[in-house]
Each structure stands twice: as C-alpha cells, then as structure tokens.
C-alpha cells in the first residue's frame, strides 16, 4: 500500500481497544458515524481511519473532525481504492490495543458499545469473538434483527448464514494477527474468516441493540452470493455447502422477482 497522507495524533499510551475504521467515498454518513465512535463512553481506545482511495468529500469531513489533536487517532490516505479486505488486512499493522473493534463509514455504533462488549470480553476470557444485536435501515424504515447469543447457537447456524454482524465486533486483536482475512474474498470476507475458525474461536453475541446499521438497495447482491458460497466451499462439507447454496440462490431470484 502506497499512503500519500498521513497524520498521527495518537498518544504515547498503549490503548486498550483499536477501532479499524476504513471508508471509500461516504460522504453522505461519514460525520455521523465517524462522531459515534468519537463520543464512545470509554476513553481508553485509539482509531485508525483509512481513507482507501476515497474521491468525494469523505477526507475532507474527516480531515475537519482530526483537527482536533486531543483525539486518539491515525489518519492514512491512499490514493488507490484496494478494498475493504486489503485495507483491514493492513491497517491491522498500525493496531496497538488488545482488542479490535470493526465499524463501518456508514453505520452508528450506540454511546455505550465498547463499554458493554469490553466488559463482557474481560469477564468471559473463553470468548474471542464478541458481536451485537443491530437495528437496519433501509429505505427510511426500521428493523430490529436478534442474533444467535451462543457460541453452539452461532456455530450451528453459521454454515447457512453469517450469524456475526462485522461491523458490530469487538475481538482479541491476536486472533486477527494469526487468522487475517482471506484478501481473494473482496466481499464476505467476514463470513469467510468466522467459517474458517470456527474449530478454533468461540464466539458470542451480546443481546443489545449496539449499532445502527444503513443498508444499501444492492444488500446482498450477485457479488455477495458468490463469495459467500465460495467461503462455503472452502470451509464446510459438500452436502451442506450443496443445500445452503440452492437455498441463497433461491432466495436470491425471489428478491429479484419481488
């Protein structure tokens, strides 16, 4: 990665979390989402914000909002668009917290999300992977999804559908340095990390409403449905990979009958 700008106003402190937060062009979210998790209810965290090849207005919000040098964060431009997985994969390098959290340039994290999954993590040291309950947006209505809470509920669903919300996670940052995400996934890359360790990782979704996520009219598109049978392929036996993808596919061509 070439990173034309760069401008660290981290402190010397080592954080106890890390916050990976990489954006491309949004505009239209970025100071609201990016304020959410600046108004977090814990104060020991830093945030690396990479701008991965963004050309609308996205820096120029950001830049306005890092001016502040009291703020804990790392701010990387690159002026070639890689994608989310290459930009989490190297972002990951400049991480210095226990814990990494994931948030998304177009979603809210709630004032008390890393407090509540920090809390949690801390009591429960068999867990490595922590999730939420969420709230969708999408086209201005509102839907509350309820995730699976344990790790057996989680990993009996997970062949069929991705039962951890990324952008909702807060996990043990050496669980990422030794699994990192598959850079050959350019969507599902989050399915497919979670599938591939799933022998090796407990997960757990915490039962509160964290974050606030925006959908997009092209959720789960043809791109999605082909990475995720593909994470499939590779991680789960071949009858199970057989039946959950007719079933995607079905679902797929339902939608796009409706």
């Not at 969507?187 to 997960?203: G, H, M, S, T």
């Not at 036996?237 to 079905?250: H, Q, S």
Request: glycine fraction near 2%; include cysteine.
């Amino acid at each position: 990665m070439i990173i034309s700008n760069k401008i660290d106003n981290r402190n010397k402190t080592k954080p106890e979390l890390t916050v990976l937060f990489s954006y491309y062009n949004n505009q239209k979210t970025i100071r609201k989402s990016l304020n959410s998790i600046l108004n977090q209810s814990i104060k020991n965290y830093e945030i690396i914000i990479y701008s991965d090849g963004s050309n609308d207005n996205s820096d120029t919000i950001v830049k306005k909002i890092i001016k502040n040098k009291s703020l804990n964060i790392l701010f990387l431009k690159s002026n070639i668009n890689k994608g989310l997985t290459k930009a989490l994969n190297y972002i990951l390098k400049y991480a210095r917290g226990k814990y990494l959290a994931r948030h998304d340039a177009d979603d809210i994290s709630l004032r008390k999300r890393f407090e509540y999954q920090l809390n949690f993590l801390k009591k429960n040291k068999n867990i490595q992977v922590l999730g939420t309950n969420v709230i969708h947006v999408k086209d201005k209505k509102r839907k509350k999804i309820l995730m699976p809470e344990s790790n057996y509920l989680i990993k009996k669903k997970l062949p069929s559908s991705n039962s951890i919300i990324h952008s909702t996670v807060v996990m043990l940052k050496k669980v990422l340095v030794k699994n990192k995400y598959n850079e050959k996934f350019i969507r599902c890359q989050d399915y497919e990390l979670w599938l591939r360790n799933k022998n090796n990782i407990n997960y757990h979704n915490l039962q509160k409403i964290l974050v606030i996520r925006n959908l997009n009219k092209n959720q789960f598109n043809l791109i999605d449905l082909y990475f995720s049978c593909l994470a499939r392929f590779k991680n789960i036996n071949f009858l199970l990979f057989c039946l959950y993808n007719v079933k995607d596919l079905f679902y797929y061509l339902l939608k796009k009958i409706l």
